[in-house]
C-alpha cells in the first residue's frame, strides 16, 4: 500500500491567485514528520516546509503553509499569491519517527503550472 | 558555500559497464542518501548512511552498490546487474538526532544507457 499518496498529477492555477496541492499519508507510527519539496524543471529539490505529528499548529513558511489535518492523515501544501516561478513538481514526503536521519517516502508528485 | 555537489552532472554508459557516480557534502551532515527518480515519478530509496562506515538497503537497492569511508563522501556503483539504470540519480544529506532537520539535496546525475 502507498505510504504518501498525491493524486492530482497536474493542476494549473492563476497568477496571484491561491492553490492547494493534496497529500494524503498511511503510519501506524505516531511519531513522524510530513515535508514538502520543490523541483523546477532544473532537477534539485527545494524543501519548502515540515510538519511534525505532535506539531499543534500548522507550519507556514512565507506564502507556503500546511493544512495539517492529523485524523484524516492529510498535509496538504497552500501556496499563496502564486508567481510564475512557482511552477514546477511539487513532492510530499514522510518520515516515520523522530530522528531527522531516518529515511523519507515520496509520493508521485503534482506538476503545478502558474498562468500569467 | 556549503553544499552538496554531485559529478558528473550527465553520463553516458554502455551496457554491461560499471559506473560510479559521486556525491561529496560539506555540511558535516552525518547521514547520506541516494534516490532515483524515473520521469514523471517519485524519489526512490536506493541506499542510505546515518554514520561513515554502516550503510542500510533501500527499497530499489539490487543492482547498486555504495562505501561510506569518509563522511563527505558516499559514492554510487550503478553496476550490470541493474537491468534497467537510466535515471535520474540523487544525492542528499541532514544532520541526525534533530526532528526539524530537512534533506539538503546536490543537483543530481542524469544516467543514460545507450
Known amino acids: 500500500a502507498q505510504k504518501i499518496t498525491q493524486t492530482q498529477p497536474g493542476m494549473f492555477v492563476q497568477e496571484k491567485e491561491a492553490v492547494t496541492l493534496d497529500c494524503t499519508y498511511d503510519?501506524?507510527?505516531?511519531?513522524?514528520?510530513l515535508f514538502w519539496y520543490k523541483q523546477p524543471s532544473s532537477g534539485e529539490m527545494i524543501f519548502l516546509i515540515y510538519?511534525?505529528?505532535?506539531?499543534?499548529q500548522n507550519a507556514t513558511e512565507g506564502r507556503y503553509s500546511l493544512n495539517f489535518q492529523k485524523a484524516r492523515k492529510s498535509a496538504n501544501l497552500v501556496i499563496s499569491a502564486s508567481q510564475l516561478g512557482d511552477s514546477a513538481m511539487y513532492f510530499c514526503?514522510?518520515?516515520?519517527?523522530?530522528?531527522?536521519?531516518?529515511?523519507?517516502?515520496f509520493g508521485s508528485g503534482t506538476r503545478l503550472l502558474v498562468r500569467p | 558555500d556549503g553544499g552538496i555537489t554531485q559529478s558528473p552532472k550527465y553520463l553516458f554508459r554502455k551496457e554491461g559497464q560499471n559506473v560510479t557516480l559521486s556525491c561529496e557534502q560539506n555540511?558535516?551532515?552525518?547521514?547520506m542518501y541516494w534516490y532515483r527518480q524515473d520521469p514523471g515519478q517519485g524519489l526512490r530509496l536506493i541506499y542510505y548512511?546515518?554514520?561513515?562506515?554502516?550503510?542500510q538497503k533501500g527499497d530499489i537497492a539490487e543492482g547498486y552498490s555504495v562505501s561510506r569511508e569518509k563522511k563527505e563522501s558516499f559514492p554510487l556503483t550503478v553496476t550490470s546487474a541493474q537491468k534497467n539504470p537510466t535515471a535520474f540519480y540523487l544525492c542528499?544529506?541532514?544532520?541526525?538526532?534533530?526532528?526539524?532537520?530537512?534533506?539538503?539535496f546536490g543537483p543530481g546525475t542524469r544516467l543514460t544507457v545507450l
Open positions: 542528499a544529506s541532514t544532520t541526525s538526532g534533530g526532528e526539524y532537520n530537512e534533506q539538503f
Open positions: 503510519t501506524s507510527d505516531p511519531s513522524y514528520g
Open positions: 510538519q511534525g505529528s505532535y506539531d499543534q
Open positions: 514526503a514522510m518520515r516515520e519517527g523522530m530522528d531527522s536521519s531516518y529515511k523519507l517516502i
Open positions: 555540511l558535516n551532515h552525518d547521514a
Open positions: 548512511s546515518q554514520i561513515v562506515n554502516d550503510f
